[in-house]
């Protein structure tokens, strides 16, 4: 099953956030990228592990390699611990107690619905594609975040799903916006010991395996649990979306910083198969890249009191055409990012 294409509408709506509050997003981003820099430079491929040879390309004072065996894009430090405690868990503790209100809740439903259901939608077929009944699997989503896609997955009828999560505040945000107990909080080196023992028969990570300190580690935890038949991924890619982050630099850089380390292309995932035992089942290509570039140029239009009148110009050129200007690139397979059903071979 190959799919290409999926309209930004949902996506322009729910992060706002990404336009209007551009300078803080990037400073935040910034201050992670000074963490990084700081960390021992790293020896080997994120995702093969053979040795790294020079830098490819640099950006934000970060270099990067282009590994020579598997294709794949490293960034030159390591995510060490200090790093990933920097980035994922020094907040863990903050507002615990917060009660949400119905306004939140609302939030929250319109985020399902826009972003998440259609990943399950794109799975729950996928899997039927593969002879399963897709509401009698068991599904573990690693990463889960606040519990977006485990509501979605839910909703769909699929009841045994669970989201595991390192985070006790979106823990405990997705538990009351879902169910007690739809998400299970757990500690961050306990990962790769729970790949190798869940009892499900499909694992998710939507837009997880790029952020994990050892994406090696779980992928042969989760080749060796004989319970996990199938591995659910949402990843991003080295596409056009880097080169934009590269002529934009104070433009809040979302795919290729902070905790984005090292990216995916084609090659790569090919050898992940490869050593672990995984084969294509589904593939859904589509990406942000356009929406990044009508971003990125509105942003610097409206920071320059000379360009700013052009602004509204350029959004009722661009929106319209976002879907199509992205469907090239997404049916090229040169989109910012892949969801795949990977399937364990026997
Ligand atoms: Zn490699």
């Known amino acids: 099953m190959l799919k290409f294409g999926k309209s930004a509408g949902a996506l322009l709506s729910q992060k706002a956030d990404f336009f209007s509050d551009n300078d803080r997003l990037q400073a935040e ?3 992670i990228g000074a963490v990084y820099k700081q960390q021992p430079l ?15 390309f640099t950006k934000q004072e970060i270099a990067y390699t282009i590994c020579d065996r598997c294709g794949h894009l490293s960034g030159a430090h390591e995510d060490t611990d200090a790093f990933c405690a920097a980035v994922y868990t020094a907040a863990g503790g903050a507002d615990y107690a917060k009660t949400y209100t119905a306004q939140d809740r609302e939030a929250y439903r319109s985020r399902v619905s826009g972003i998440y259901a259609p990943k399950a939608e794109f799975l729950g077929e996928a899997l039927t594609e593969q002879g399963e009944d897709p509401a009698s699997l068991r599904y573990a989503d690693f990463g889960a975040g ?3 896609f485990v509501a979605a997955m839910r909703d769909a009828g699929w009841t045994s799903s669970t989201g595991y ?3 006790s505040v979106q823990t405990n945000l997705a538990n009351q916006m879902i169910a007690p107990g739809a998400v299970v909080q757990h500690e961050l080196d306990d990962t790769v010991s729970m790949a190798g023992e869940i009892e499900a028969d499909v694992v998710s990570m939507i837009g997880v395996l790029e952020h994990v300190q050892h994406p090696r580690d779980i992928l042969a935890a989760l080749k060796r649990n004989p319970n996990v038949r199938y591995f659910f991924i949402s990843i991003p890619l080295l596409s056009t979306s880097v080169v934009l982050e590269s002529i934009f630099p104070k433009v809040f850089q979302r795919q290729l910083s902070a905790g984005h380390t090292h ?6 995932i090919d050898w992940v198969c490869r050593e ?8 859904w290509w589509f990406g942000t890249d356009m929406v990044d570039l009508f971003r990125s140029v509105l942003v ?17 050129t661009i929106v319209p055409m976002i879907d199509d200007m992205q469907m090239l690139l997404d049916r090229r397979k040169l989109s910012s990012e ?3 059903l990977l399937r364990f071979k026997d």
Not at 263 to 268: A, D, I, P, R
């Open 42 to 56: 790293r020896k080997t491929c994120k995702c093969c592990d053979a040795p790294l040879s020079g830098a490819s």
């Open 263 to 268: 990216l995916f292309t084609e090659k790569s």
């Open 338 to 340: 892949v969801h795949m």
């Open 146 to 148: 606040s519990g977006y």
């Open 165 to 167: 999560e390192v985070s």
């Open 276 to 283: 672990f035992g995984l084969e294509r089942a589904a593939e």
């Open 29 to 31: 981003l910034s201050k």
């Open 300 to 316: 610097e239009l409206e920071r320059n009191s000379e360009t700013r009148d052009l602004s509204p110009m350029w959004r009722e």
